[in-house]
């Protein structure tokens, strides 16, 4: 089949959509996107009030796959990508009622009082342990087994609370963290493997991914103000409600409100919860793997002063091991890591509740919340009142996808799956990583899988 033959349907307009339709674009084949409510970028939204800019989605990046890059090229002037401040190379981490800066080198890794000095000497034998043989390990274990009990609570915890805001006893590192995995699979050893990557030549592709954090001047939703643009209204349906999809002769067919068209491919970014409801005609049973998919509920605060006079935020945050009992994730120090983000003076700071082991705390009445944000506060940003000039909440029921050991049974059922009805694909975060790099990246694999069809 010629592309130009190929018909496209993209079901979902958030990030993992908008790339694929994007890099189709750029071959030649014909997509519509169908987007159930009447914002682009699904949960990306970047807001201006009161001289500040805060987004009540993502709030950042991290370039850690060449795509990213290659798509800001390819966009050129239509949106411009900002890198962090320096500031964000320092990671805080609270411990015994103060912040500590995450270690970054051997000196400062023997002085913190992060990690206890048998741990500390316990390291030392760390490249010499044998690779794990169970790939269902927890990442819990997985650290216990590698560095120790410390480096779990004060360096492993609170890692995962910032980026999967899951719980370490769940979290499976082959399919959550297959970097961190491979390193022991391949190479035996994390500090031995991470040395030798570094050692290894890249080509000038794999130059692209520096991981480095990243936004876009004005806010991410310029990214999809900019996406949208390229693509073109004429390819985007919103307000796209109880879509019906199902196989037809040399394709699918979508029904819904005023639409019924046919279709040689499609595309499935939604969550795993609406799956079911889509493409009732691949079954329950065949289906449970992937609909039995955990997401951690989150509740992201956006909170702006005019006049900062707290601790210093010379750092990209600090996050909070569960540990340690308190009732907020962690906080990004946003003003510090991208410009214009608060008035000159000021600050802007994000703060994440709830989780997977604090769930309940997403689920707060907005005056319980306010309250809590203020005691917490008040207590780890050294601040005497708490009387900002900006206080936004945004919660999220579905906010990330957990990788645990039941993530085989699932990238198996999507497997089986797109074998038996060719043409279909599904992806979004349930497969193939949350960050938006993931996302990213799965635009570009998706399209090149559809090329090759």
């Known amino acids: ?47 201006r009030e009161n001289g500040f800019l805060y987004e009540t989605g993502p709030n950042s990046g991290t370039i850690s796959q060449p795509e990213v ?103 499976v590192p ?11 699979q391949n190479y035996g050893s994390f500090i ?16 692209k991914a520096t991981g480095k ?18 693509l073109g209204k004429e390819n985007i349906k919103t307000e796209c409600k109880d879509l019906s999809i199902k196989p037809a002769e040399n394709g699918f067919q979508i029904k819904g409100q005023n639409i019924d068209e046919t279709f040689t491919h499609i595309v499935s970014t939604v969550n795993s919860a609406e799956v079911e409801k889509l493409f009732s005609f691949i079954g329950k049973e065949t289906l449970a793997p992937i609909t039995r998919l955990k997401y951690a509920r989150v509740t992201e605060v956006a909170v702006g002063f005019k006049k900062w006079n707290g601790i210093s935020l010379d750092a990209f945050g600090g996050l909070i091991p569960f540990k340690e009992n308190r009732n907020l994730l962690g906080a990004l120090f946003m003003s510090t890591l991208f410009k214009d983000r608060a008035p000159e003076g000021g600050a802007l700071i994000t703060t994440f509740v709830g989780g997977m082991r604090k769930a309940e705390l997403a689920d707060l009445r907005d005056d319980e919340l306010e309250n809590l944000i203020a005691d917490e506060m008040k207590i780890i940003m050294g601040m005497k009142d708490f009387k900002p000039d900006l206080l936004k909440t945004k919660s999220h029921s579905r906010a990330i996808a957990q990788y645990g050991a039941d993530s085989g049974e699932r990238i198996q059922a999507i497997e089986t799956i797109e074998k038996k009805y060719p043409g279909l694909f599904l992806a979004g975060s349930m497969i193939g990583g949350i960050g938006m790099a993931d996302r990213i990246k799965q635009g570009r694999t998706v399209t090149d899988r559809i090329i090759q069809s």
């Open 69 to 171: 890059m290659d798509l800001f090229a390819d966009l050129k002037d239509e949106c411009k990508l900002e890198i962090a401040n320096d500031a964000s190379g320092k990671r805080l981490i609270w411990k015994g009622g103060r912040w500590h800066a995450m270690p970054s080198g051997i000196g400062s890794g023997i002085s913190t009082p992060l990690f206890s000095l048998k741990d500390k000497l316990r390291i030392l034998g760390e490249p010499f342990r044998k690779p794990g043989t169970n790939p269902n390990e927890s990442l819990a274990d997985l650290v216990k087994r590698r560095m120790g009990q410390s480096f779990l609570d004060y360096a492993i915890d609170p890692f995962i609370l910032g980026i999967y805001a899951g719980d370490p006893q769940y979290i």
């Open 1 to 47: 089949m010629e592309q130009k033959q190929k018909k496209v349907a993209i079901i979902g307009g958030g990030i993992t959509g908008l790339v694929t339709a994007f890099n189709l674009k750029k071959e030649q084949i014909p997509f519509t996107i169908f987007e159930s409510s009447n914002h682009m970028g699904g949960v990306i939204a970047s807001h």
């Open 174 to 184: 082959k399919y959550a963290l297959p970097k961190l995995y491979n390193l022991e």
């Open 192 to 207: 031995g493997g991470a040395i030798k990557k570094r050692k290894e030549p890249k080509d000038e592709n794999q130059k």
């Open 213 to 230: 954090i990243f936004s876009v001047e004005g806010g991410l939703e310029e990214l999809v103000k900019a996406l949208v643009r390229k």
